[in-house]
């Protein structure tokens, strides 16, 4: 079953988790409906990448206005394909919404229990993870390219969760829209990481030929988690692909590097009364 579902030509909603959850907001952007232009047209959401600050900054007001979820209560990352995990709070409110400059340093996971906090981070071909206990309704999610992947950034959002006494196996999972392995090829030095990464038999990638392979990271992140702990029941992947899904998204491979970005975010949205 997919997870995510095409719901406004701006995102998709994490249908899977928002049809269960009530309050919950999560899902992925898509290029579309926003006002950048160039190389960047048109919704990225991304500052990092030389787009007009003001644009940018447009592009996100208007996904807040459609997810009834303000600027200010989203918190943004610094990504640098490591394996650090902040824990929001409402201190954190705001920090990396509206500007670079004050967006959480160093960090590729967000982690939170809080409601009325947007967590978000960018992407243009990594892999995003999502993550939610239902019955604690902690949310999590991490931002997974092969560096963070072989890193083991997903096992490590599992030790947050474990770190607050909740059991690994209740903890659900979605792999998000990311390169799939038709179209991410990769030498020996990104193949022997993984190696080192995951034990299972069952390796997430294919040889073309000497020293060429393709990488399936959407798979290689399931493996971590397995290894960390979640039952395979509660992982779900996407089959949707940013390279292949060009009508839907950047990617930074198809792209040749001049791109925007699409962001991934979860978050409880307070209703009035509760």
């Not at 999972?173 to 392995?181: E, F, Y």
């Not at 193949?191 to 069952?202: C, D, F, M, T, Y």
């Amino acid at each position: 079953m997919e997870p995510f579902i095409l719901r406004n030509k701006q995102f998709f909603n994490l249908d899977l988790w928002e049809r269960k959850f009530p309050n919950l907001i999560a899902g992925f952007t898509t290029k579309n409906g926003g006002k950048s232009i160039g190389d960047y047209a048109s919704l990225n959401m991304a500052f990092h990448v030389n787009d007009q600050k003001d644009t940018v900054v447009a592009n996100r007001n208007e996904l807040a206005q459609k997810l009834s979820f303000p600027l200010e209560q989203w918190v943004g990352a610094v990504q640098t394909h490591q394996v650090n995990i902040v824990e929001v709070t409402q201190a954190h409110l705001g920090m990396g919404a509206s500007d670079y400059d004050s967006a959480l340093k160093d960090t590729d996971g967000l982690f939170t229990f809080e409601k009325n906090i947007l967590l978000t981070l960018c992407f243009a071909d990594c892999v995003p993870l999502y993550f939610i206990h239902p019955a604690t309704k902690a949310v999590g999610i991490a931002h997974a390219g092969w560096q963070g992947t072989v890193k083991g950034i997903a096992g490590e959002m599992m030790k947050v969760f474990a770190s607050h006494k909740i059991p690994r196996e209740e903890v659900l999972a979605v792999v998000g829209p990311s390169i799939s392995a038709r179209h991410y090829v990769v030498d020996d030095r990104v193949i022997n990481e993984v190696e080192k990464a995951i034990q299972s038999q069952q390796k997430p990638f294919t040889t073309i030929s000497p020293g060429q392979y393709r990488l399936n990271l959407q798979e290689a992140n399931k493996q971590i988690l397995l290894e960390s702990g979640m039952l395979e029941s509660n992982i779900h992947l996407t089959d949707y692909c940013t390279y292949e899904d060009d009508a839907y998204f950047f990617s930074h491979r198809r792209d040749k590097g001049k791109t925007g970005r699409m962001m991934s975010y979860i978050g409880w949205r307070e209703e009035d009364g509760n």
